[in-house]
Protein backbone atom coordinates (compact mmCIF):
# COMPACT_ATOMS: atom_id res chain seq x y z
CA UNK A 1 0.00 0.00 0.00
CA UNK A 2 1.19 3.30 -0.78
CA UNK A 3 1.32 6.44 1.30
CA UNK A 4 1.31 10.14 1.23
CA UNK A 5 2.29 12.75 4.44
CA UNK A 6 1.03 16.22 4.00
CA UNK A 7 2.74 18.48 5.59
CA UNK A 8 1.80 21.62 8.32
CA UNK A 9 3.17 23.86 5.59
CA UNK A 10 0.99 21.77 2.57
CA UNK A 11 3.45 20.21 1.24
CA UNK A 12 3.33 16.76 0.07
CA UNK A 13 6.08 13.66 1.36
CA UNK A 14 6.34 10.51 -0.44
CA UNK A 15 5.90 6.84 1.31
CA UNK A 16 9.94 7.00 1.62
CA UNK A 17 9.56 10.73 3.13
CA UNK A 18 10.75 12.24 0.31
CA UNK A 19 8.88 15.93 -0.65
CA UNK A 20 7.59 16.04 -3.98
CA UNK A 21 8.96 18.58 -6.43
CA UNK A 22 6.78 17.92 -9.23
CA UNK A 23 3.99 20.50 -9.22
CA UNK A 24 1.75 18.98 -11.72
CA UNK A 25 1.98 15.21 -9.52
CA UNK A 26 1.37 17.21 -6.35
CA UNK A 27 -1.63 19.14 -7.34
CA UNK A 28 -2.98 15.69 -9.46
CA UNK A 29 -2.83 13.92 -5.91
CA UNK A 30 -3.87 16.37 -3.90
CA UNK A 31 -6.99 17.19 -6.03
CA UNK A 32 -7.82 13.23 -6.09
CA UNK A 33 -8.36 12.73 -2.42
CA UNK A 34 -11.31 12.13 -1.23
CA UNK A 35 -12.64 11.08 2.70
CA UNK A 36 -13.99 7.65 3.36
CA UNK A 37 -14.65 6.89 6.85
CA UNK A 38 -12.44 9.11 8.21
CA UNK A 39 -9.26 8.05 6.41
CA UNK A 40 -8.04 9.93 3.26
CA UNK A 41 -7.82 8.12 0.02
CA UNK A 42 -6.41 8.77 -3.53
CA UNK A 43 -8.32 7.98 -6.48
CA UNK A 44 -5.98 5.35 -6.59
CA UNK A 45 -6.89 4.15 -2.78
CA UNK A 46 -3.77 5.35 -1.66
CA UNK A 47 -3.46 6.38 1.86
CA UNK A 48 -2.82 10.05 2.85
CA UNK A 49 -1.55 11.11 6.51
CA UNK A 50 -1.78 14.91 6.64
CA UNK A 51 0.03 16.38 10.11
CA UNK A 52 -3.00 18.89 10.13
CA UNK A 53 -5.42 19.21 7.42
CA UNK A 54 -5.08 18.45 3.71
CA UNK A 55 -5.71 21.70 2.63
CA UNK A 56 -4.53 25.34 4.62
CA UNK A 57 -6.50 27.60 2.66
CA UNK A 58 -4.62 31.08 2.16
CA UNK A 59 -7.33 33.30 0.23
CA UNK A 60 -10.67 33.91 0.31
CA UNK A 61 -11.52 35.41 -3.26
CA UNK A 62 -16.01 35.58 -3.01
CA UNK A 63 -18.61 34.63 -0.90
CA UNK A 64 -22.14 33.24 -3.17
CA UNK A 65 -24.97 30.63 -3.12
CA UNK A 66 -23.71 30.01 0.49
CA UNK A 67 -20.05 29.41 -1.10
CA UNK A 68 -16.39 30.83 -0.38
CA UNK A 69 -14.13 30.75 -3.55
CA UNK A 70 -10.90 30.26 -1.88
CA UNK A 71 -6.94 29.57 -2.75
CA UNK A 72 -4.83 27.13 -1.03
CA UNK A 73 -1.33 25.89 -1.42
CA UNK A 74 -0.25 25.21 -4.84
CA UNK A 75 -2.60 27.50 -6.14
CA UNK A 76 -5.30 24.93 -5.68
CA UNK A 77 -9.10 26.60 -5.83
CA UNK A 78 -11.54 25.02 -3.99
CA UNK A 79 -14.88 25.75 -3.50
CA UNK A 80 -16.07 25.81 0.91
CA UNK A 81 -19.35 25.18 1.97
CA UNK A 82 -20.39 27.81 4.22
CA UNK A 83 -22.95 25.73 6.15
CA UNK A 84 -20.19 23.19 7.86
CA UNK A 85 -18.45 26.14 9.32
CA UNK A 86 -16.63 24.77 12.43
CA UNK A 87 -14.31 26.22 15.27
CA UNK A 88 -11.74 24.03 16.59
CA UNK A 89 -10.03 23.91 20.21
CA UNK A 90 -7.92 27.18 19.67
CA UNK A 91 -10.88 29.06 17.65
CA UNK A 92 -9.30 28.46 14.22
CA UNK A 93 -12.10 27.98 11.15
CA UNK A 94 -12.37 24.08 9.81
CA UNK A 95 -14.71 24.44 7.13
CA UNK A 96 -15.77 21.66 4.41
CA UNK A 97 -15.62 21.86 0.83
CA UNK A 98 -18.27 21.15 -1.10
CA UNK A 99 -16.30 17.47 -1.93
CA UNK A 100 -16.45 16.86 1.90
CA UNK A 101 -13.18 17.25 3.01
CA UNK A 102 -12.30 19.44 6.28
CA UNK A 103 -9.94 22.35 5.51
CA UNK A 104 -8.31 24.86 7.80
CA UNK A 105 -8.57 28.77 7.56
CA UNK A 106 -4.85 30.10 7.75
CA UNK A 107 -4.87 33.15 10.04
CA UNK A 108 -4.67 35.55 7.00
CA UNK A 109 -7.69 33.62 5.20
CA UNK A 110 -9.52 33.81 8.79
CA UNK A 111 -9.17 37.83 9.01
CA UNK A 112 -10.56 37.99 5.25
CA UNK A 113 -13.35 35.90 6.61
CA UNK A 114 -13.97 38.45 9.70
CA UNK A 115 -13.46 41.49 6.91
CA UNK A 116 -16.08 39.99 4.53
CA UNK A 117 -18.52 39.00 7.20
CA UNK A 118 -22.04 41.62 7.95
CA UNK A 119 -20.89 40.56 11.83
CA UNK A 120 -19.65 37.88 13.41
CA UNK A 121 -19.88 36.19 16.89
CA UNK A 122 -18.77 32.71 19.00
CA UNK A 123 -22.08 31.17 17.88
CA UNK A 124 -22.16 32.63 14.26
CA UNK A 125 -21.22 34.79 11.06
CA UNK A 126 -23.26 36.23 9.25
CA UNK A 127 -22.26 36.55 5.54
CA UNK A 128 -24.52 38.27 2.82
CA UNK A 129 -27.31 38.60 5.66
CA UNK A 130 -27.33 35.34 5.89
CA UNK A 131 -26.76 33.50 9.49
CA UNK A 132 -24.17 30.74 9.58
CA UNK A 133 -23.53 28.89 12.99
CA UNK A 134 -20.30 28.12 14.19
CA UNK A 135 -20.52 24.43 15.41
CA UNK A 136 -17.65 23.12 17.34
CA UNK A 137 -15.54 20.86 15.56
CA UNK A 138 -15.58 18.18 18.40
CA UNK A 139 -18.85 17.57 19.71
CA UNK A 140 -18.59 16.07 23.31
CA UNK A 141 -21.28 14.14 25.06
CA UNK A 142 -21.80 14.37 28.49
CA UNK A 143 -23.06 11.11 28.87
CA UNK A 144 -19.24 9.35 28.65
CA UNK A 145 -17.81 11.16 31.67
CA UNK A 146 -19.94 8.79 33.62
CA UNK A 147 -18.92 5.09 34.26
CA UNK A 148 -22.44 3.43 33.59
CA UNK A 149 -22.04 4.67 30.04
CA UNK A 150 -18.90 2.66 29.34
CA UNK A 151 -20.63 -0.28 31.46
CA UNK A 152 -23.48 -0.33 29.58
CA UNK A 153 -21.46 -0.73 26.30
CA UNK A 154 -19.52 -3.49 27.69
CA UNK A 155 -22.48 -5.71 29.16
CA UNK A 156 -24.38 -4.43 25.59
CA UNK A 157 -20.92 -6.22 24.06
CA UNK A 158 -20.92 -2.83 21.94
CA UNK A 159 -17.02 -2.22 22.14
CA UNK A 160 -15.71 -1.70 18.26
CA UNK A 161 -12.90 -0.32 20.15
CA UNK A 162 -11.93 -3.91 21.64
CA UNK A 163 -9.50 -5.92 19.22
CA UNK A 164 -9.62 -9.11 21.30
CA UNK A 165 -5.88 -8.71 21.21
CA UNK A 166 -3.10 -6.68 22.09
CA UNK A 167 -2.88 -3.61 19.64
CA UNK A 168 -0.55 -4.82 16.60
CA UNK A 169 1.10 -0.89 17.28
CA UNK A 170 1.60 -1.66 20.39
CA UNK A 171 3.55 -5.21 20.12
CA UNK A 172 5.47 -3.63 17.48
CA UNK A 173 6.63 -0.31 19.22
CA UNK A 174 7.87 -2.44 22.61
CA UNK A 175 9.49 -5.09 20.07
CA UNK A 176 11.32 -1.31 18.55
CA UNK A 177 11.82 0.53 21.83
CA UNK A 178 13.24 -2.75 23.95
CA UNK A 179 12.32 -1.21 26.94
CA UNK A 180 13.91 -2.04 30.64
CA UNK A 181 11.52 -3.33 32.83
CA UNK A 182 9.15 -0.35 34.13
CA UNK A 183 6.02 0.09 36.08
CA UNK A 184 3.64 0.94 33.55
CA UNK A 185 0.07 2.71 34.48
CA UNK A 186 -2.21 1.50 31.16
CA UNK A 187 -5.59 4.13 31.23
CA UNK A 188 -8.42 3.00 30.24
CA UNK A 189 -7.41 -0.46 29.73
CA UNK A 190 -10.79 -1.89 28.91
CA UNK A 191 -10.91 -5.73 28.59
CA UNK A 192 -6.53 -5.79 29.61
CA UNK A 193 -5.24 -6.95 26.04
CA UNK A 194 -2.90 -3.96 26.06
CA UNK A 195 -1.98 -4.46 29.82
CA UNK A 196 -1.59 -7.97 29.40
CA UNK A 197 0.69 -7.73 26.88
CA UNK A 198 3.12 -5.17 28.70
CA UNK A 199 2.76 -7.48 31.96
CA UNK A 200 4.12 -10.46 29.47
CA UNK A 201 6.89 -8.93 28.35
CA UNK A 202 8.05 -8.14 32.45
CA UNK A 203 6.87 -4.98 33.19
CA UNK A 204 4.85 -4.03 36.61
CA UNK A 205 1.79 -3.45 34.82
CA UNK A 206 -1.64 -1.75 36.79
CA UNK A 207 -4.86 -1.29 34.61
CA UNK A 208 -6.83 1.23 35.18
CA UNK A 209 -10.23 1.79 33.79
CA UNK A 210 -13.43 3.70 34.90
CA UNK A 211 -15.72 0.75 34.56
CA UNK A 212 -15.88 -2.19 36.89
CA UNK A 213 -17.73 -4.27 33.91
CA UNK A 214 -14.66 -3.61 31.72
CA UNK A 215 -11.91 -4.95 35.03
CA UNK A 216 -14.42 -7.91 35.92
CA UNK A 217 -13.60 -8.79 32.14
CA UNK A 218 -10.02 -8.04 32.28
CA UNK A 219 -9.10 -9.77 35.28
CA UNK A 220 -11.68 -13.15 33.73
CA UNK A 221 -9.52 -13.14 30.40
CA UNK A 222 -6.16 -12.52 32.39
CA UNK A 223 -6.17 -12.62 36.21
CA UNK A 224 -4.11 -10.70 38.55
CA UNK A 225 -0.35 -11.48 39.69
CA UNK A 226 2.30 -9.49 41.14
CA UNK A 227 3.16 -8.25 37.69
CA UNK A 228 -0.80 -6.76 36.53
CA UNK A 229 -3.24 -5.88 38.71
CA UNK A 230 -6.57 -3.97 37.91
CA UNK A 231 -7.60 -0.56 39.03
CA UNK A 232 -11.13 1.01 39.06
CA UNK A 233 -10.19 5.03 38.16
CA UNK A 234 -11.43 7.94 37.25
CA UNK A 235 -8.24 9.45 35.21
CA UNK A 236 -9.83 13.20 36.20
CA UNK A 237 -10.00 12.65 39.82
CA UNK A 238 -6.68 10.09 40.09
CA UNK A 239 -5.68 8.99 43.81
CA UNK A 240 -2.40 10.99 44.61
CA UNK A 241 -1.07 7.42 46.18
CA UNK A 242 -0.55 6.88 42.47
CA UNK A 243 1.29 10.25 41.65
CA UNK A 244 5.13 9.81 40.11
CA UNK A 245 4.58 5.74 41.15
CA UNK A 246 4.83 5.19 36.84
CA UNK A 247 8.00 4.82 34.64
CA UNK A 248 5.47 4.54 31.99
CA UNK A 249 1.80 5.73 31.43
CA UNK A 250 0.30 4.19 28.10
CA UNK A 251 -2.57 5.18 26.60
CA UNK A 252 -4.42 3.63 23.27
CA UNK A 253 -7.80 4.23 23.07
CA UNK A 254 -8.46 6.68 25.73
CA UNK A 255 -7.27 9.96 24.44
CA UNK A 256 -9.62 9.82 21.96
CA UNK A 257 -12.69 8.61 24.35
CA UNK A 258 -12.84 11.16 26.68
CA UNK A 259 -14.94 14.69 26.33
CA UNK A 260 -12.24 16.56 24.29
CA UNK A 261 -12.40 19.67 26.57
CA UNK A 262 -10.69 17.49 28.60
CA UNK A 263 -8.00 16.44 26.85
CA UNK A 264 -5.40 18.89 28.61
CA UNK A 265 -6.33 17.66 31.67
CA UNK A 266 -5.70 14.48 30.28
CA UNK A 267 -1.81 15.35 29.52
CA UNK A 268 -1.28 16.23 33.05
CA UNK A 269 -2.41 13.26 34.08
CA UNK A 270 0.32 11.57 32.63
CA UNK A 271 2.66 14.06 34.10
CA UNK A 272 1.43 13.29 37.56
CA UNK A 273 1.62 9.65 37.15
CA UNK A 274 5.32 9.52 36.23
CA UNK A 275 8.67 9.94 37.28
CA UNK A 276 11.43 12.09 36.64
CA UNK A 277 12.15 11.19 33.13
CA UNK A 278 8.94 8.82 32.91
CA UNK A 279 6.95 8.37 29.56
CA UNK A 280 4.10 8.19 27.66
CA UNK A 281 3.55 5.48 24.74
CA UNK A 282 0.35 6.94 22.99
CA UNK A 283 -1.27 5.41 19.63
CA UNK A 284 -3.69 8.46 18.88
CA UNK A 285 -6.74 8.25 16.62
CA UNK A 286 -5.63 11.29 14.02
CA UNK A 287 -8.60 10.98 11.82
CA UNK A 288 -11.24 14.31 11.14
CA UNK A 289 -14.01 12.54 12.84
CA UNK A 290 -15.88 15.09 14.99
CA UNK A 291 -18.72 13.22 16.58
CA UNK A 292 -17.47 10.72 19.37
CA UNK A 293 -15.90 8.04 21.29
CA UNK A 294 -13.78 8.12 19.37
CA UNK A 295 -13.44 11.80 18.58
CA UNK A 296 -10.50 12.62 16.15
CA UNK A 297 -7.59 14.62 16.11
CA UNK A 298 -4.44 15.93 13.88
CA UNK A 299 -0.73 15.01 14.57
CA UNK A 300 -0.60 19.27 15.44
CA UNK A 301 -3.07 19.03 17.84
CA UNK A 302 -1.26 16.18 20.04
CA UNK A 303 2.34 17.66 19.85
CA UNK A 304 0.89 20.77 20.50
CA UNK A 305 -0.98 19.40 23.88
CA UNK A 306 2.17 17.11 24.60
CA UNK A 307 4.79 20.37 24.14
CA UNK A 308 3.85 21.48 27.66
CA UNK A 309 4.96 18.37 29.46
CA UNK A 310 7.17 16.52 27.40
CA UNK A 311 9.79 16.10 25.05
CA UNK A 312 9.58 13.72 21.69
CA UNK A 313 11.52 10.92 21.56
CA UNK A 314 9.58 9.48 18.48
CA UNK A 315 6.82 9.75 16.19
CA UNK A 316 5.39 7.91 13.48
CA UNK A 317 2.53 7.00 11.44
CA UNK A 318 1.65 2.71 12.40
CA UNK A 319 2.32 0.88 9.50
CA UNK A 320 1.30 -2.67 11.17
CA UNK A 321 -2.24 -1.16 12.22
CA UNK A 322 -5.56 -3.53 12.26
CA UNK A 323 -6.82 -2.92 8.44
CA UNK A 324 -9.99 -0.97 9.81
CA UNK A 325 -6.58 1.41 11.49
CA UNK A 326 -4.65 1.73 8.69
CA UNK A 327 -3.52 4.95 8.03
CA UNK A 328 -4.94 6.56 11.50
CA UNK A 329 -2.74 5.23 14.26
CA UNK A 330 -0.18 7.82 15.74
CA UNK A 331 2.63 5.88 17.51
CA UNK A 332 4.47 8.55 19.96
CA UNK A 333 6.85 8.00 22.59
CA UNK A 334 8.06 10.94 24.43
CA UNK A 335 10.01 11.55 27.47
CA UNK A 336 8.53 13.94 30.99
CA UNK A 337 10.02 17.44 31.12
Not at 38 to 56: G, S
Not at 89 to 112: N, R
Not at 233 to 246: A, G, I, L, M, R
Request: with cysteine.
Amino acid sequence: MNFYKVLMTGEVLNAEGHLLQDKTIVVKVLESIRLENNQYLTDKNEIVEPFNYIFLIHKIHSFKNKKLVVTAQYDIQLELDAEKIFLNHKDQFIIYTTSGLPVLLSAEAQDQLFEMADAFSDEDIILDGKIFPTQPWLRPDSEISHPDFWTQKYESKLTPWDLNEASPSLIWALQKFKLPRMRVAVLGCGRGHDAYHFALQGHKTTGFDFSAKALLEAQKLYGQSNNLTWVQQDVFNFNSDYFEQFDLVFDHTLFCAVDPDKRQSLVKTWERLLTDQGQILGIFFTMPKTNGPPYGSTENEISERLSAYFRTDFWMRSRVSAPSRMGKELIVLATKI
